[in-house]
């Protein structure tokens, strides 16, 4: 089936600093979804990307669709301890429009 | 709105007993969705029901798994016999339209330990 392979597994940052994490497919996506799963707590859809392309911003996060339609990205600027958590990319695939595959996640830890 | 509830929040039972995780999605929305999460293998989709009836049930991983929705708002996930295997933490999803494009709405899960 189809997969996404996200990079970093994981990172421990200082607070005010900016964070990049991507996430790459095999195969093309046409849309890509970047979910926060806080520690005991079921994912968030954070930001949504419909077009090759497309950055879209939400407050201190940013995400890109990539030209290629087999990647993606999500910046985080200036972290603060409250980012900590688990960032996850998804798309639907595998031929479906409603099966999500999920990559395995970037461990985000911020250091006060 | 209450988001999507699912109960209980964490279970603990042997090795052999049945378990049933619970799951009210948010109102109106028509799909439905049982995730299980593992570190291992990360989130798996486990079945999709669209306005009740299960429509794909491919990642259910055998025949002590099954899920029933018997109305739009109330879903359970059983596990009968239960297995140390099945720890993980269940995840039951819901949005409208059915449409993993617009991404769905988790609950908070329930986590699982079978000893």
């Known amino acids: 089936g189809q997969q996404l392979n996200q990079s970093p597994q994981s990172m421990f940052i200082q607070e005010g600093e900016d964070v990049s994490m991507n996430c790459t497919s095999s195969?093309?996506?046409?849309?890509w979804l970047w979910y926060k799963q806080d520690p005991g707590e079921g994912p968030v859809l954070l930001i949504a990307l419909y077009k090759a392309g497309e950055l879209t911003s939400n407050g201190r996060l940013t995400a890109q669709f990539g030209i290629t339609r087999k990647d993606s990205f999500l910046n985080i600027s200036a972290s603060i301890p409250s980012d900590v958590g688990i960032y996850f990319c998804?798309?639907?695939?595998?031929?479906?429009?409603?099966?999500?595959?999920f990559g395995k996640g970037t461990l985000l830890t911020v250091n006060p | 709105d209450a988001g999507v509830i699912q109960s209980p929040r964490h279970e603990v039972t042997e090795m052999g007993q049945e378990v049933t995780l619970r799951c009210k999605p948010i109102s109106g929305h028509n799909s439905l969705f049982w995730y299980r999460q593992t570190m291992m293998r990360g989130l798996e989709l486990l079945i999709y029901?669209?306005?009740?009836?299960?429509?794909?049930d491919s990642g259910m991983p055998e025949d002590r798994f099954s899920a029933k929705m018997p109305n739009a708002s109330f879903s359970t996930l059983k596990i009968q016999p239960s297995e140390p295997r099945d720890s993980a933490v269940y995840f039951c999803a819901s949005s409208l339209r059915g449409a993993g494009s617009y991404g769905y709405t988790f609950g908070s899960g329930t986590r699982l330990t079978v000893v």
């Open positions: 195969s093309i996506f046409n849309t």
């Open positions: 029901f669209n306005n009740n009836v299960p429509i794909d």
């Open positions: 998804a798309g639907p695939g595998g031929g479906s429009n409603y099966k999500l595959t």
